[in-house]
């Protein structure tokens, strides 16, 4: 079975192509160009270096969220074209899973964070055994103290990190295991393992997965609040 990847739910990009389980190529870009820019390129480049048609995939897999909300649609919005257009069905990967596969030959706890700013993180936990995941805790937007008070020992992963390594070592010391820098970020060949875990759908029945308001939302609510009283 092939399947082509696509991750565009954070500020890092890519595009890969599996063959069952073995990653045929993939196409990766961190350098902060909108990805409505540099998607399709990246699908297009993944495809040709796989030496794979698009009608020649068996499905599309697509990290949908949470993330960006311009990220997450673009990404789904790309992924469900590809999908209809070549009659195949949509496997519809939670971000923060695909995170966690970054770093699954790690055996314990897993935990995948991204910045929800505010002091919050959008977060799930996992258990590894070394190649599969069971989750511990769904996905969820939470202080990032309150899910340091319910974490033992684990590998962080995401580019939460970045911002949030510091207050986690503080609280946590050794018991913190990072991701090494390379594999903090969001790939789509994370995205095409996870796909692995999930059931494909119609691209119809698919929807991005948002933990929060977008902020154009919540400020719309807060004027209406204001026009009631």
């Known amino acids: 079975m092939k399947i082509l990847a696509i991750e565009s739910a954070a500020k890092s990009a890519g595009a890969a192509v599996f063959c069952g389980s073995t990653l045929l190529s993939e196409q990766f870009i961190n350098t902060g160009l909108t990805h409505s820019q540099t998607l399709m390129p990246l699908v ?3 495809l040709s270096l796989a030496g794979v ?10 990290s949908c969220g949470p993330g960006s909300f311009t990220g997450v649609r673009i990404g789904l919005g ?13 496997y519809s990967v939670p971000t923060l899973l695909a995170l966690a596969y970054n770093v699954v030959s790690y055996k314990g706890m897993i935990v995948p964070i991204m ?3 505010r002091g919050e993180v959008y977060t799930a936990t996992y258990r590894s055994d070394g190649e ?3 989750e511990i805790t769904p996905m969820r937007a939470i202080p990032l103290s ?5 974490v033992e ?8 990190v970045m911002v949030h390594k510091a207050a986690i070592l503080d609280k946590m010391g050794e018991r913190a295991h990072f991701a090494p820098d390379h594999l903090l970020h969001h790939r789509a060949s994370s995205v095409g393992l996870a796909a692995m ?4 759908k119609s691209p119809h029945e698919v929807e991005p997965f948002y933990l929060r308001l977008s902020q154009a939302e919540r400020e719309y609510m807060e004027k209406e609040k204001g026009n009631a009283k």
């Not at 048609?53 to 697509?62: K, L, N, Q, W």
């Not at 020992?153 to 939460?160: P, Q, R, S, Y």
């Not at 875990?197 to 494909?200: H, R």
Request: aromatic share 2%; charged share 25%.
């Open 44 to 46: 297009d480049a993944a």
């Open 53 to 62: 048609s698009i009608g020649e995939i068996d499905g599309v897999a697509v």
């Open 78 to 90: 790309t992924a469900k074209g590809l999908a209809l257009g070549a009659g195949k069905p949509l």
């Open 115 to 117: 910045d929800a700013r």
């Open 132 to 134: 599969t995941l069971t």
């Open 146 to 150: 309150d899910l340091l008070e319910e």
């Open 153 to 160: 020992e684990a590998m962080f992963v995401g580019d939460g």
């Open 197 to 200: 875990a999930v059931e494909p």
